[in-house]
């Protein structure tokens, strides 16, 4: 019985990798050829045309506007509150936070976990593996480079980089 269930698996996830593979030329996770990612983004209440990957983490009250690209590997923390405006790319590995846990830990629980909304405006470019840290604010078409840690507000149009000093350019 296993190794029929095997040979059936096999035979749909490769059927499912050839038509994405011809189609796309892409190749990826058992997830995404079940799911669509706009329909994931219905399902999930986000905006008309907005795409979500399957491995996406969601967690808490997360507000997305409409035509986002939400990439593979994302975090989305709202459990203290997250909002992404509209048109924004949030790239593969990018990690948005509205809580942590540093005080918490650092006390050995005497402390609470602290909580604070975390606010994405519209045509927003996060690059990959860029960590936004809660209560951060990124204001409208602003660009934040790859691997770039963000723990303050980034005002409308700037382009951050991880630079020394996390200089704003």
């Known amino acids: ?3 029929l269930f095997l040979i059936i698996y096999k035979k749909i996830y490769n059927k499912l990798y050839l038509n994405k593979k011809i189609k796309y030329n892409r190749s990826l996770s058992l997830g995404d050829y079940l799911n669509d990612r706009w329909e994931r ?12 990957y399957d491995n996406v983490l969601i967690l808490g009250d997360v507000k997305v506007g409409k035509n986002c690209w939400i990439g593979p590997n994302v975090v989305l923390d709202g459990s203290g509150g997250l909002e992404i405006g509209d048109y924004c790319s949030i790239s593969a590995g990018v990690q948005i936070y509205s809580h942590h846990t540093v005080k918490w830990s650092t006390s050995l629980g ?11 405006g519209d045509g927003v470019y996060i690059g990959p593996h860029s960590v936004i840290q809660m ?34 350019t």
Do not use: H, R
């Open 1 to 3: 019985m296993k190794n």
């Open 41 to 52: 983004g219905k399902k999930e209440g986000f905006g008309e045309g907005t795409s979500v």
């Open 110 to 120: 005497k402390e609470k976990i602290e909580y604070k909304p975390t606010k994405i």
């Open 135 to 168: 209560g951060s604010v990124i204001e409208d078409q602003a660009v934040i480079g790859a691997l770039t840690f963000v723990n303050k507000s980034i005002k409308k149009g700037v382009k951050f980089f991880n630079k020394k000093n996390n200089e704003q």
